[in-house]
C-alpha cells in the first residue's frame, strides 16, 4: 500500500529554515509527480510546491515563491522540502503529497503530515 512518511518539522524562528523529508513506499516513486501541501488549522488546505517525476519542474505557490525548495531522490524514494528566511504565516501542518504521472495537482494519497511552528 501508499505509504507517505513526513519528518524534519519542529520549532524555528523567524528568518530560520528547516529541511522536510518524506519517505515514500508502496508505488514506483520515480514514475509520479510529488507536492507538498500545508494547513492551518480553521483555515483552508494550501498547496505550497509540486515537482516532476524526474524533477527537471518544479512549481511554488506566490506566498513560497523564492524561498522554499522542492527536490527529489528517485534513488531514495524521498521528496524534500528545503525551507528557508521562514516566517510566523508559514506555521502549519505539511503533507506530503502524491500526484498522477504528469500533474502533482492531481492528489490521490497523502501524509499524515508533520507540523512547522515558526515563532521568536
Known amino acids: 500500500q501508499v505509504q507517505l512518511v513526513e519528518s524534519g518539522g519542529g520549532l524555528a524562528q523567524p528568518g530560520g529554515s528547516l529541511r522536510l523529508s518524506c519517505a515514500t513506499s508502496?508505488?514506483?516513486?520515480?514514475?509520479?509527480?510529488m507536492g507538498w501541501a500545508r494547513q492551518v488549522p480553521g483555515k483552508g488546505l494550501e498547496w505550497v510546491a509540486g515537482i516532476s517525476s524526474a524533477g527537471s519542474a518544479t512549481y511554488f505557490a506566490d506566498s513560497v515563491k523564492g524561498r522554499f525548495t522542492i527536490s527529489r531522490d528517485n534513488a531514495k524514494n524521498t521528496l524534500y522540502l528545503q525551507m528557508n528566511s521562514l516566517k510566523p504565516d508559514d506555521t502549519a501542518l505539511y503533507y506530503c503529497?502524491?500526484?498522477?504521472?504528469?500533474?502533482?495537482?492531481?492528489?490521490?494519497?497523502w501524509g499524515q503530515g508533520t507540523q512547522v511552528t515558526v515563532s521568536s
Open positions: 503529497t502524491k500526484g498522477n504521472k504528469w500533474s502533482p495537482l492531481e492528489v490521490d494519497y
Open positions: 508502496g508505488f514506483i516513486f520515480s514514475s509520479y509527480a
